[in-house]
């Protein structure tokens, strides 16, 4: 790891364990099969936090760290998501920042909430925001998709008497 990389990672919003982890040692890791790996391992993810609505998961991307989630565009077959925040921006200045968690993450909450079988991809970094592209098809029905519970997240109180 270079003195750059170092200090970058160590000021970094996510803070230097949790960036080392994701940017520095899985990739070293996984090597070429990192983006394929981790699509995966954020659906799995999605498997174990399964929440209910469009706004539970962006309460969840909030909660688990991967930045703000927010819904640019949606029809009947696809939808645009942009991920952005203090995180997305310091990941995006690194060499190699890789999405497919959050995208695999996405991917699988809309399928379980859907039931239609569904993918994802990054489709744009820019420097500050991430452009993910959902696709679903409604008439083809996730075959694997067993009854789910999902959860009830909580969120933080606001104390209106300040």
């Known amino acids: 790891m270079s003195q750059r990389l170092y200090e970058q990672l160590l000021h970094d919003s996510a803070g230097l364990p949790q960036s080392v982890l994701r940017d520095v040692l899985i990739p070293a890791v996984l090597d070429k099969e990192t983006d394929g790996i981790l699509y995966w391992a954020g659906k799995d993810l999605a498997r174990q936090f399964p929440v ?3 706004s539970s998961i962006v309460a969840l991307f909030d909660q688990l760290g991967f ?3 927010k819904l640019k565009k949606q029809t009947s077959k696809q939808q645009i998501w942009l991920l952005d925040g203090q995180l997305v921006t310091d990941r995006l200045t690194l060499p190699r920042p890789n999405f497919t968690l959050e995208a695999g993450f996405l991917a699988q ?4 909430q859907t039931n239609a079988t569904t993918e994802a991809q990054v489709t744009e970094q820019k420097k500050n ?3 993910i592209l959902v696709q679903h098809n409604i008439k083809d029905s996730a075959s694997d998709i067993e009854p ?3 959860l009830q997240l909580e969120t933080p109180q606001t104390d209106d008497a300040e």
């Open 148 to 150: 789910v519970e999902f």
């Open 52 to 54: 209910e609505s469009t």
């Open 67 to 69: 930045g703000h989630l």
């Open 129 to 131: 925001m991430v452009e």
């Open 109 to 112: 909450q809309i399928e379980l």
